[in-house]
């Protein structure tokens, strides 16, 4: 079982940055590929970025490559979300998530554990 927290959400103008964190229970966080989604009212929840249990390879949305940046750090059971030259669209609840099969999957039926989610709000 792994849980999961998601931190540094806000309130953010347009062109500004954040920086999420998510902190995952258990001694085993290394095994875990996690992933990074978000969902806007009214939308599906989409992809933004994973990566591997090591942290040697990573994934983005094609349209958020370049902006977005995901690390990890294992020893604090920590995965980040660097986001850059924020924009209203990405205005969305944020969510991390867990999986067990190791790779840098986009889609959510290939993750087993969710956090809660946090707001990112960016204004115009």
């Known amino acids: 079982q792994v849980q999961l927290v998601e931190s540094g959400g806000g309130l953010v103008q347009a062109g500004g940055s954040l920086r999420l964190s998510c902190a995952a229970s258990?001694?085993?966080?290394?095994?875990?590929?996690m992933g990074w989604f978000r969902q806007a009212p009214g939308k599906e929840r989409e992809f933004v970025a994973a990566?591997?249990?090591?942290?040697?390879?990573?994934n983005y949305a094609p349209s958020l490559k370049g902006r977005f940046a995901i690390s990890r750090d294992n020893a604090k059971n920590t995965v980040y979300l660097q986001m850059n030259s924020l924009k209203p669209e990405d205005t969305a609840v944020y969510y991390c998530?867990?999986?067990?099969?190791?790779?840098?999957?986009?889609?959510?039926?290939?993750?087993?554990?969710w956090g809660q989610g946090t707001q990112v709000t960016v204004s115009s």
């Open positions: 998530a867990a999986s067990r099969y190791g790779g840098t999957y986009a889609y959510t039926r290939s993750y087993d554990y």
């Open positions: 258990g001694r085993t966080f290394s095994a875990y590929a």
């Open positions: 990566i591997t249990g090591s942290g040697d390879s990573t």
